[in-house]
């Protein structure tokens, strides 16, 4: 393991050296079933390319956070949603379904999640915790609706005033229609969203249902630079660790949590990312409860985890959302899902 810091960086280059074996000559039969076998595998990949074409062509649109094709609507506006991270809450439901999630400290050296959800939206998510002013910062950078479960007077106070559309389940604890809680876990880390009711609570609010988040910039091409990495660690403190591995098979980096895996209670799935921003910036303990101001604002140094590979960055806020840049240029993402983890300065973070 190395440790990694933002003022130097160990680069490690790993060089692979690929043995080839001579292929032994095969009896003619044995040539002939292979031709027929290749002719088989070069028809049917003829055919997947034309399907390909033609589902392509019926693409319209385009899901603004995974960069995605789609003919689905689009023009609707992304749910952002408070997922509690206590070890008592795991595994939540619906976080292998959003199609970006920040990560940050709440209280104490347990994080917390705003997952973004658009392109899809799970039926159940949770569960949901209180709300802190950092995370609906970023979800007005995005015109999310903002979806929590409790607070403080004084952190509702802010929500109001802040001009985000929110919906408090507070408000609607255990209704049936909004939110619920389960049975098999105690409060506060057995509330969850009931997605199918989120309609009908935007409508009794009188908020806008319509309008896409602007998009993210997303690439494939050029992307693919950077030191070869198999598995990154950010440790918060003695209480949160998150690993996440590179799968080469799917192209993504695979998440954990405090050394087990990341699964989504929903369907079994390992959350994955197909990218990875670890951002550093300054954290204040504000009052005796151990709430954090967080600067989402002057931008700083971190790194970004792409296709196996993680390069050092910088990021900026560039209206209210979190970017990554390259000596002053902005560099984009690989269209798919994306998780940011938010780090205070003390944090490590390791590579293998």
């Given at each position: 393991m190395?440790k990694?810091?933002?003022?130097s960086?160990?680069v490690?280059?790993?060089l692979?050296?690929?043995n080839?074996?001579?292929g032994?000559a ?5 040539k002939?079933i292979?031709?027929?076998?290749e002719?088989q595998i ?6 997947t390319?034309d399907?390909?074409e033609?589902n392509e062509q019926a693409?319209?649109e385009?899901?603004p956070l995974?960069?995605?094709p789609?003919s689905?609507n689009a ?6 949603v ?7 809450a795991?595994p939540?439901?619906g976080?292998?379904?959003a ?6 400290l709440?209280e104490?050296?347990i994080t917390?999640f ?7 939206i799970?039926d159940?998510?949770?569960p949901v ?7 609906f910062e970023?979800a007005?950078g995005?015109?999310a609706l903002y979806?929590?479960h ?7 106070q ?5 001009g985000?559309d ?8 255990n209704n049936?229609?909004l939110?619920k ?6 409060a ?6 009931l997605?199918?009711?989120v309609e009908?609570?935007v409508a009794n609010?009188?908020?806008?249902a ?5 998009a993210l910039?997303?690439s ?5 630079d950077?030191t070869p990495v198999?598995?990154v ?6 209480r949160?660790?998150v ?5 080469k098979?799917?192209e993504?980096?695979l998440?954990?949590s405090?050394?087990?895996p ?13 990218n990875?921003?670890i951002i550093?910036t300054d954290h204040?303990?504000?009052d ?5 101001a ?9 790194f970004l985890?792409?296709?196996?590979k993680?390069?050092e960055v910088?990021?900026k806020?560039?209206n209210g ?8 240029s902005p560099?984009?993402?690989?269209p798919g899902k994306t998780?940011?983890?938010i780090?205070?300065?003390n944090?490590a973070?390791?590579?293998?």
């Open positions: 190395r990694l810091t933002f003022f960086l160990l490690v280059l790993f692979a050296a690929c080839k074996e001579a032994a095969q009896p003619e039969e044995t002939e292979e031709t027929a076998v002719e070069e028809t049917k990949e003829n055919v390319a399907e390909k033609e693409y319209t385009t899901f995974t960069g995605e789609t689905e023009d609707h506006r992304a749910l952002s408070m997922v509690n991270n206590h070890p008592k795991r939540q439901s976080l292998s379904q199609d970006l999630v920040y990560e940050v709440a104490g050296q917390r705003l997952a973004l959800f658009h392109s899809e799970p159940t998510i949770g915790r209180s709300a802190r002013p950092y995370y970023i007005d995005f015109h979806t929590y409790g607070a403080s007077v004084a952190i509702n802010k929500v109001a005033r802040s985000v929110f919906l408090d389940g507070a408000m609607y604890d049936g229609w939110f809680r389960s049975s098999d876990r105690a506060p880390h057995n509330s969850y969203l997605t199918e009711g009908q609570a609010k009188g908020y806008e319509e309008g896409a988040p602007e910039p997303f494939r091409e050029g992307l693919y950077g198999q598995d660690q950010v440790t918060y403190g003695s949160t660790n690993s996440f591995t590179y799968d098979e799917k993504q980096f998440r954990s405090d050394g087990e990341s699964i989504d209670r929903l369907n079994g799935e390992w959350i994955a990312a197909d990875v921003m550093e204040r303990i504000i005796g409860a151990g709430r954090r967080i600067d989402l604002t002057s931008g700083g140094n971190g985890l792409q296709k196996g993680m390069k910088e990021w806020n560039v959302r979190l970017l990554p840049y390259k000596d002053g560099l984009a993402f690989i998780w940011v983890n780090i205070p300065g944090a973070v390791e590579s293998e």
